[in-house]
């Protein structure tokens, strides 16, 4: 299938511990992202890859380190977990790097992380 | 202060009737406007995109509107159906640049 996936669907972690969730889109696109949605439901984007190039990088704690090594995968790794990091994070693809483009934004499924 | 605001909150409705979601939004210029669907523990998945030239677009039983003037949309659901329930996001982005503003979304509920 056609598909942005993401593992794993859940992370369950503790506290201070370093973790990795992956993404993998086959849509040929040429740009991800990843985004968080906490409880309130308020998706918020936190990074851009545009053919393994960053080109958005909002205002993420440095513990967020995202790395592409090629331009269907963008995994992202997160050290010394906090309580606050617990949220859904779904990654996302485009084929056009701008937001101005119409081009559909497809999500993967999510990853639950809730750090205890 | 969010650039997207999105009413109301939730809303629950009998399977059936029509309903009417609304965005109001402050981000300028304007590129263009995107509903998405969010079923529960699912991604968004994409129902419209508007440019400023558009005033409205269907997919199916969603029908968004907007008026770039008053910098308002709506997503009007026809005959709803409990497949329905989900949260239904307003995006919105600028010209010029990648960001995207995000709306916090309406709570739709379908009650047979």
């Known amino acids: 299938d056609t598909a942005v996936s993401q593992t794993p669907k859940y992370l369950v972690t503790q506290m201070g511990n370093d973790k990795s969730i992956k993404c993998e889109q086959n849509?040929?696109?040429?740009?991800m992202y990843w985004y968080k949605q906490d409880s309130k439901k308020f998706l918020k984007i936190m990074f851009s890859?545009?053919?393994?190039?960053?080109?958005i990088n909002e205002t993420v704690p440095n513990r967020f380190s995202p790395k592409s090594p090629d331009k269907a995968h963008l995994n992202l790794h997160i050290n010394s977990l906090e309580l606050g990091d617990s949220a859904v994070y779904f990654c996302?693809?485009?084929?056009?790097?701008?937001?101005?483009?119409?081009?559909?934004?497809?999500f993967g499924p999510g990853t639950r992380l809730t750090v205890l | 202060k969010n650039q997207v605001e999105q009413s109301p909150q939730s809303l629950i409705i009998l399977e059936g009737k029509n309903c009417t979601l609304q965005c109001n939004y402050t981000v300028s210029p304007f590129s263009n406007l995107r509903w998405y669907k969010q079923d529960t523990g699912r991604g968004p998945v994409s129902l419209t995109i508007m440019t400023f030239s558009e005033n409205t677009k269907s997919n199916g039983r969603y029908t968004a509107t907007l008026d770039a003037d008053t910098k308002q949309s709506s997503l009007h659901i026809t005959a709803s159906q409990l497949s329905d329930s989900a949260s239904y996001i307003c995006v919105v982005s600028a010209k010029g640049n990648n960001r995207l503003a995000f709306g916090k979304g309406n709570q739709v509920v379908v009650i047979p």
């Open positions: 996302a693809s485009s084929q056009d790097r701008t937001s101005g483009s119409t081009d559909t934004q497809y």
């Open positions: 890859y545009n053919n393994k190039e960053l080109i």
């Open positions: 849509l040929g696109h040429d740009t």
